[in-house]
T-cell receptor, first 112, second 113 residues
Framework: DGGITQSPKYLFRKEGQNVTLSCEQN?????MYWYRQDPGQGLRLIYY???????QKGDIAEGYSVSREKKESFPLTVTSAQKNPTAFYLC???????????FGDGTRLSIL | DQQVKQNSPSLSVQEGRISILNCDYT??????FLWYKKYPAEGPTFLIS?????DKNEDGRFTVFLNKSAKHLSLHIVPSQPGDSAVYFC????????????FGAGTILRVKS
């Protein structure tokens, strides 16, 4: 059964700590995306990748880093430079021809 | 600068009646529009889309209307069901921007039985 898996579902970060959110897809999609959702706001694009070993910054990339070493995986690292990391993080993927993006079920990150 | 706006934070509708969710955009380069539905603690699921070359697209109980001159689109749900209660996000994209999605803030729909 194809889909996007995000883990963990809940994550807690201590001050000054880097944490990595996992996103894996078995849909054979070329493009993958990371969004952040805050209460009362829409989804904002953090980073995206159209192809393996290549990625671009989205609208709010500061304090985040990504890698795309494999087609099916697009992990997001929330670094200590991200001063307001508490949010709901969503990963999405799609084909290269612009079909609607499929989303994972998200990771909720909180600060201890 | 919000390029996609959903000005109604919430909407309450009686079961069986029509739900109309609205969305406005400012960027005339947008050429593809989508509606996503989201339940709490889950990812959004794709509902329906429309290309800028059309003014209407229908899928079962869901119809999206696009008014390009007004830069406005709406989602109609008829008849509304309690299971439709969720947050609905409008999103827009443009080929020129690599098909990246720009989302509105969402509208909470509550369908009362």
């Amino acid at each position: 059964d194809g889909g996007i898996t995000q883990s963990p579902k809940y994550l807690f970060r201590k001050e000054g700590q880097n944490v990595t959110l996992s996103c894996e897809q078995n849909l054979n999609h070329d493009a993958m995306y990371w969004y952040r959702q805050d209460p009362g706001q829409g989804l904002r694009l953090i980073y995206y990748s159209q192809i393996v070993n290549d990625f671009q910054k989205g609208d709010i990339a500061e304090g985040y880093s990504v890698s795309r070493e494999k087609k099916e995986s697009f992990p997001l690292t929330v670094t200590s430079a991200q001063k307001n990391p508490t949010a709901f993080y969503l990963c999405a993927s799609t084909t290269r021809d612009g079909q609607p993006q499929h989303f994972g079920d998200g990771t909720r990150l909180s600060i201890l | 600068d919000q390029q996609v706006k959903q000005n109604s934070p919430s909407l309450s509708v009686q079961e069986g009646r029509i739900s109309i969710l609205n969305c406005d955009y400012t960027n005339s380069m947008f050429d593809y529009f989508l509606w996503y539905k989201k339940y709490p603690a889950e990812g959004p699921t794709f509902l329906i889309s429309i290309s800028s070359i059309k003014d209407k697209n229908e899928d079962g109980r869901f119809t999206v209307f696009l008014n390009k001159s007004a830069k406005h689109l709406s989602l109609h749900i008829v008849p509304s069901q309690p299971g439709d209660s969720a947050v609905y996000f409008c999103a827009a994209s443009a080929i020129e921007y690599g098909n990246k999605l720009v989302f509105g803030a969402g509208t909470i729909l509550r369908v009362k039985s």
